[in-house]
């Protein structure tokens, strides 16, 4: 069983369009996160979700937003795909927000 | 500004010797600390994780933490070649009794153990 799964795992682009990535856990958590880790291999926090209420936004630009449907699933959606987006983005959650986080298997997006 | 600094690398080992790994942090608010382990093209994952002061011991890993000092490390004791992926320092900076914690990532250290 996948603890927490993010899909697709793979996006590849072009600018100006808008995309969107799925996650989903089955862990019984209440807080979900979404990571960006970029080429450097440099892993930021963007959101964090609890109990489907946004608690953190990061200065992340406002074509991020996210959704959290319920406290299961949170997704990510980006409008006008810039170049600098190319990076892989990660899911996480935690049961609670200070507790250890478990991570998804990242999506990889490519903007071309 | 939140910063959490690991020893940059690349550490290279030998089978079977202890990898030493280090973390300072800067807010002495932190108060959880988590070790990840990366593997190329993977997501983390989480090794161990620390709350209080002192060492915690999980198989071949054991945590220490040093609040007064501000530093986190990990010691891998007979290394073994799958252990060979970037180590990810990890804390959370936030009272463990709010909701305004959140997790900020060192860049990772990456380690080699040679057979």
């Known amino acids: 069983d996948t603890a927490v799964s993010q899909t697709p795992k793979y996006l590849v682009t072009q600018m100006g369009n808008d995309k969107s990535i799925k996650c989903e856990q089955n862990?019984?958590?209440?807080?979900m996160y979404w990571y960006k880790q970029d080429s450097k291999k440099f892993l930021k926090i963007m959101f964090s979700y609890n109990n489907k209420e946004l608690i953190i936004n990061e200065t992340v630009p406002n074509r991020f937003s996210p959704k959290s449907p319920d406290k299961a699933h949170l997704n990510l959606h980006i409008n006008s795909l810039e170049l600098g987006d190319s990076a892989v983005y990660f899911c996480?959650?935690?049961?609670?927000?200070?507790?250890?986080?478990?991570f998804g298997p990242g999506t990889r997006l490519t903007v071309t | 500004q939140k910063e959490v600094e690991q020893n940059s690398g690349p550490l290279s080992v030998p089978e079977g010797a202890i990898a030493s790994l280090n973390c300072t942090y800067s807010d002495r608010g932190s108060q959880s600390f988590f070790w990840y382990r990366q593997y190329s093209g993977k997501s983390p994952e989480l090794i161990m994780f620390i709350y209080s002061n002192g060492d915690k011991e999980d198989g071949r890993f054991t945590a220490q933490l040093n609040k007064a000092s501000q530093y986190v490390s990990l010691l891998i004791r007979d290394s073994q070649p799958s252990d060979s992926a970037t180590y990810l320092c990890?804390?959370?900076?936030?009272?463990?009794?709010?909701?305004?914690?959140?997790?900020?990532f060192g860049r990772g250290t990456q380690l080699t153990v040679w057979p």
């Open positions: 996480a959650s935690s049961y609670r927000q200070y507790h250890e986080q478990y």
């Open positions: 862990l019984g958590h209440d807080t």
């Open positions: 990890a804390v959370n900076i936030g009272d463990r009794g709010s909701t305004l914690g959140r997790l900020y």
